[in-house]
């Protein structure tokens, strides 16, 4: 991994997240977000699975601004989230970037998962790269390397992983849109 493409993948999720492009990002670009991939699926954000989208959202937010050191209100700007995200992801495991990416990874699950085996099959895994926007032949093909135990589904585990080795420029699928 280098580091440069972990920042500069970093950097585009920035921007992706800052809606409003005034160059820092606050809770209301996460809730943006959340509604998008919500839009994307045709799920309303009323509904229990969009609320729960909505708060797995949210909560990234306030671990992130938190740790930025400014209130669920306030805004964060690129360096700040470089250098959040950076540490988040060298802990790994379930004191980082892991952890607080789970409940967002779970609640998309639910939402897609739609023979409800608590996994993401080949073709429920295309809805959810139609929803994020992400090119679907490029997803089908990436599909058996993010499947690292090979049963032929995505557990919620092996997606949080995916994310990682994402941003770590391990694989060019950006499960959280592009
Ligand atoms: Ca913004
Ligand atoms: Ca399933
Ligand atoms: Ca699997």
């Given at each position: 991994?280098?580091?440069?493409?972990?920042?500069?993948?970093?950097?585009?999720?920035?921007?992706?997240?800052?809606t409003?492009?005034?160059?820092?990002?606050?809770?209301?670009?996460?809730?943006?977000?959340?509604?998008?991939?919500?839009q994307?699926?045709?799920?309303?954000?009323?509904?229990?699975?969009?609320r729960?989208?909505?708060?797995?959202?949210?909560?990234?937010?306030?671990?992130?601004?938190?740790?930025?050191?400014?209130?669920?209100?306030?805004?964060?700007?690129?360096?700040?989230?470089?250098?959040?995200?950076?540490?988040?992801?060298?802990?790994?495991?379930?004191?980082?970037?892991?952890?607080?990416?789970?409940?967002?990874?779970?609640?998309?699950?639910?939402?897609?998962?739609?023979?409800?085996?608590?996994?993401?099959?080949p073709?429920?895994?295309?809805?959810?790269?139609?929803?994020?926007?992400?090119?679907?032949?490029?997803?089908?093909?990436?599909?058996?390397?993010?499947?690292?135990?090979?049963?032929?589904?995505?557990?919620?585990?092996?997606?949080?992983?995916?994310?990682?080795?994402?941003?770590?420029?391990?694989?060019?699928?950006?499960?959280?849109?592009?």
């Amino acid at each position: 991994m280098t580091a440069s493409v972990q920042d500069s993948r970093l950097k585009r999720r920035f921007e992706l997240w800052d809606t409003n492009g005034d160059g820092s990002i606050d809770r209301s670009d996460y809730e943006t977000e959340a509604r998008r991939i919500l839009q994307g699926f045709g799920e309303q954000e009323n509904s229990p699975k969009g609320r729960a989208l909505l708060s797995a959202y949210t909560g990234m937010w306030d671990t992130l601004a938190s740790k930025a050191g400014v209130n669920s209100g306030g805004q964060v700007t690129l360096d700040q989230f470089i250098q959040i995200t950076d540490s988040e992801i060298a802990h790994g495991g379930d004191s980082g970037f892991d952890r607080n990416l789970r409940p967002t990874i779970e609640a998309i699950v639910d939402i897609c998962d739609t023979d409800g085996d608590g996994e993401v099959s080949p073709a429920e895994f295309k809805r959810w790269m139609r929803a994020a926007g992400v090119d679907e032949r490029q997803a089908e093909q990436a599909f058996s390397q993010l499947d690292s135990n090979h049963n032929g589904s995505l557990s919620v585990e092996e997606l949080v992983d995916a994310v990682r080795d994402y941003h770590q420029g391990k694989h060019d699928i950006s499960l959280l849109g592009k």
